[in-house]
């Protein structure tokens, strides 16, 4: 029969049920199966491990492997059928021993699982044509993460994700710590992901017409941005020019305290609090004076600042390359900027859009793992943003060091390898109905393959995602000289390039010789 690949053994339930495997190379692990059951029609089912087993004694395995007395036995869970009301149910009645056991089809995997025809196209279903799309407004509103290992290509799924949403015109705001987002400008030139294209069915593309670069004041790479974040420096709190400055001393810290104190009530610059800390009669307060002159000169604050609105355009994705710049004016910039644009999209001056937070944990840090001036307003916008039309796409490479009150906020969770065990121990907290078997799948991913969770989908499923439109900017630097091909080349290159500075070989000039003068 067609598609048949096992037959049901053993018990079986209405949950899940073991099969023996007709042929190893037909079925593998995630595999979708279907099986009929006489209450409720075709059940869908996936195959969660395929196990080897022999009644070979132990003195015959000595002599060698014995393919005729192998046997494959593969476990499955029940996934369930869709009612006449459009909702899966797992059936009521068991399945029965003896049924056959049939590779799902297409269709019916579409169905069960609840993917959209139309939406943010994020890749394939592992070993299959299926796309995983998922809804733009319920990704962006109700926010997203994604989670992996270094290396993992947790930066290169959320280029994906941004290439998808600027397509659909939705306005982002991108804090890029390592300037990792600005290649979104340039079309993909890599020529093993352009041979991938045709399988996923897209083509290269740049997006320089929709994306904005904008840098802080003492970048290196000014030259090459479209614009220069300045912030607007009136009312500093004391806890903003600490984290600034990095004072530590406790007597510098509170004549910090008192010079703020008395300047209550007027909207004052970083130059009014040093005018009013000279006027205090303590010595600490030179070397208070030396850290706020700190400041004046990083550049970041000013009359002139950059209106905050021109960071959350309708149909625009600005990125804020922080390369280069101190940990802590990072977090200060972070914090200020992302409590404007929340307060100008209550207002609703600003359009609906999102947030991508690259390096989360550096911005949202788990308590125990620091404390930064930014963490209180992304947790507002975490919690609250859905309301006003303001999502997060939180991205980092250590889940337990995120806050795990923002990760369990975001409804869609993109989740590559992961290995360290507090990192899976704080996805499972983290993350609803991950089972002990997904987890230890999350382990074995492969580079540039997902578990997806989302409430639009039935199912957590395994992606591969799509190769990207668009540059990658974040691939890793190499450090070794290039093998093969391009190695080659390049020794092409050298010489072409020395025989040019030094003339022709001495073989070559005796040929030319024999032919000038017989």
């Given at each position: ?19 023996v ?7 593998k ?19 969660l ?7 070979l004694?132990e ?5 060698g492997?014995?393919?005729?007395k192998e046997?494959?036995v593969a ?5 369930g059928?869709?009612?006449d009301?459009?909702?899966l ?5 068991p399945l029965?021993?003896?049924e ?37 407004n319920?990704?962006?509103q ?6 992996a290992?270094?290396g ?14 600027i ?6 705001f ?8 600005s290649s979104l ?6 020529p093993?992901e ?7 069915g897209?083509?290269p ?20 941005a479209?614009?220069v ?24 810290q509170a ?6 104190k ?18 205090l009669?303590?010595?600490a ?11 004046l ?13 021109l960071?959350?355009q309708?149909?625009r994705?600005?990125v804020?390359?922080?390369r ?10 972070v914090?200020?900027?992302?409590s ?8 609703e ?10 390096e989360a ?19 507002t916008i975490?919690?609250?943003?859905r ?7 939180v ?21 590559l ?18 089972t002990?078997?997904t ?6 991913l492969?580079?540039?393959t ?6 639009e ?16 900017g ?8 290039r ?7 390049e ?10 500075r030094?003339g ?15």
């Amino acid at each position: 029969m067609k598609g048949l690949v096992g037959r049901i053994f053993g018990e079986a339930s209405s949950t899940e049920f073991n099969f023996v495997v007709f042929d190893p190379k037909e079925v593998k692990r995630t595999d979708y199966v279907k099986v009929w059951n006489d209450t409720d029609g075709w059940v869908v089912a996936q195959v969660l491990d395929i196990i080897a087993t022999t009644d070979l004694k132990e003195s015959d395995v000595l002599k060698g492997r014995n393919a005729e007395k192998e046997a494959y036995v593969a476990k499955a869970y029940v996934i369930g059928k869709r009612d006449d009301n459009g909702l899966l149910r797992v059936p009521k009645t068991p399945l029965v021993p003896g049924e056959n056991v049939f590779k799902a089809d297409k269709d019916l995997i579409v169905d069960i699982l609840g993917l959209r025809k139309k939406g943010v196209y994020l890749g394939l279903i592992e070993d299959t044509d299926i796309r995983v799309n998922l809804d733009v407004n319920s990704l962006v509103q109700k926010h997203c993460c994604i989670l992996a290992k270094t290396g993992s290509g947790k930066s290169y799924t959320a280029g994906v994700i941004i290439e998808e949403l600027i397509e659909r015109g939705v306005p982002m705001f991108i804090i890029d710590p390592h300037g990792e987002y600005s290649s979104l400008k340039h079309a993909n030139d890599n020529p093993d992901e352009l041979e991938k294209m045709g399988y996923y069915g897209i083509s290269p593309r740049g997006y320089a017409d929709r994306i904005r670069v904008y840098v802080p004041p003492n970048s290196p790479f000014v030259d090459k941005a479209d614009g220069v974040l300045k912030l607007d420096g009136l009312s500093l709190t004391p806890e903003e020019i600490i984290e600034l400055t990095g004072i530590t001393n406790s007597t510098q810290q509170a004549l910090l305290y008192q010079a703020i104190k008395n300047l209550k009530g007027r909207d004052y610059t970083i130059e009014d609090v040093i005018a009013e800390v000279e006027e205090l009669k303590h010595n600490a307060k030179f070397g208070l004076l030396g850290h706020l002159e700190k400041i004046l000169e990083s550049n970041l604050f000013g009359r002139d600042a950059t209106p905050i609105e021109l960071l959350l355009q309708k149909e625009r994705a600005v990125v804020l390359d922080m390369r280069g710049s101190p940990p802590e004016h990072q977090d200060l910039i972070v914090s200020r900027v992302c409590s404007m644009l929340f307060e100008l999209r209550k207002r609703e001056e600003v359009p609906p859009g999102m947030i991508v937070l690259e390096e989360a944990h550096n911005f949202i840090p788990e308590r125990g793992f620091g404390k930064t001036v930014s963490t209180q307003i992304l947790r507002t916008i975490a919690s609250e943003g859905r309301k006003f039309g303001l999502g997060l796409l939180v991205i980092s490479q250590r889940p337990a060091r995120v806050d795990k009150n923002v990760v369990s906020q975001c409804n869609t969770q993109i989740i590559l390898r992961i290995t360290n065990p507090n990192d899976l121990t704080a996805i499972k907290k983290g993350v609803e109905g991950l089972t002990a078997e997904t987890v230890d799948e999350i382990k074995r991913l492969p580079p540039g393959t997902a578990l997806v969770v989302s409430p639009e989908l039935e199912k957590p499923v395994i992606v591969n995602i799509r190769v990207r439109k668009s540059k990658h900017g974040g691939a890793s630097v190499s450090v070794v000289r290039r093998k093969g091909k391009a190695e080659k080349k390049e020794r092409r290159e050298d010489k072409k390039k020395k025989e040019k500075r030094v003339g022709k070989p001495k073989s070559e000039k005796k040929g030319l010789l024999r032919k000038m003068f017989g």
